[in-house]
């Protein structure tokens, strides 16, 4: 079946430090993957997507994520955390015969520490 | 910028009252989505469409129907609402080709409350 699995229902870091967030897939297919960040109150917004290639992408607000293939995982990553990135990050998985459709995980809560 | 709406940020209902929940973006896109947010639980889809007048059914259709007469707009309907639609309700579109097809634009959401 597919699915999405983020492990972490919450996570708390103190503002300037690091911070992964870690998502494992269940996909048959060549998976696409993508992270969005959720602030209280809104809807989605895309942080960053995988389809193919280096698998190091780049997103906005100085996120990254790596795709490793052999651990079917997708996390993200940041270096130096900002009082602004408390909110609800979701991960999600799509692909070429998913009829359009993504499959989120449950979602990770994100406090920051001043 | 992809604009996706949703016509209510709020809403309570009560029992058994005829729901409608609309949608409008701006992007000329063929595919829409609705999905409701709970927690813990993620996003569940409910209904998508990839045309006008096209529909399918997503994870949890129960209780719902959508209706799609115009590309820009994706309404969500909810016959009879009950206690365990309350809920946020997000609605997303996407363009029809290629990658594209698979980056969805998320409106604001609407908290709907049903008493």
């Known amino acids: 079946a597919q699915s999405v699995t983020q492990p972490d229902i919450h996570i708390t870091v103190s503002e300037g430090a690091s911070l992964e967030l870690r998502c494992n897939y269940s996909y048959g297919a060549t998976p696409y993957l993508f992270w969005y960040v959720q602030s209280p109150g809104q809807g989605l917004q895309l942080l960053l997507k995988?389809?193919?290639?280096?698998?190091l992408v780049q997103g906005i607000k100085g996120f990254e994520a790596e795709f490793k293939r052999s651990q079917s995982s997708f996390n993200l990553r940041k270096p130096s955390v900002h009082w602004s990135d408390a909110a609800e990050y979701f991960c999600a998985v799509g692909g070429m015969d998913s009829s359009y459709k993504l499959i989120f995980g449950s979602g990770t809560r994100l406090l920051v520490r001043p | 910028d992809v604009k996706v709406t949703q016509s209510s940020r709020y809403l309570v209902k009560r029992t058994g009252e005829k729901v409608f929940l609309e949608c409008v973006q701006d992007?000329?896109?063929?595919?829409m989505f609705w999905y409701r947010q709970d927690p813990g639980l993620g996003l569940r889809l409910i209904y998508f469409?990839?045309?006008?007048?096209?529909?399918e059914k997503g994870d949890i259709p129960e209780g719902y129907s959508v209706s799609r007469e115009k590309k820009e707009r994706f309404s969500l309907i909810l016959e009879s609402a009950s206690t365990n639609q309350t809920s946020m309700y997000l609605c997303?579109?996407?363009?029809?080709?290629?990658?594209?097809?698979?980056?969805?634009?998320f409106g604001a959401g609407t908290r709907l409350s049903v008493l």
């Open positions: 992007m000329d896109h063929e595919n």
């Open positions: 997303a579109s996407s363009s029809g080709t290629g990658y594209s097809k698979n980056i969805q634009y």
């Open positions: 469409s990839y045309d006008v007048k096209m529909k």
């Open positions: 995988y389809f193919s290639g280096d698998t």
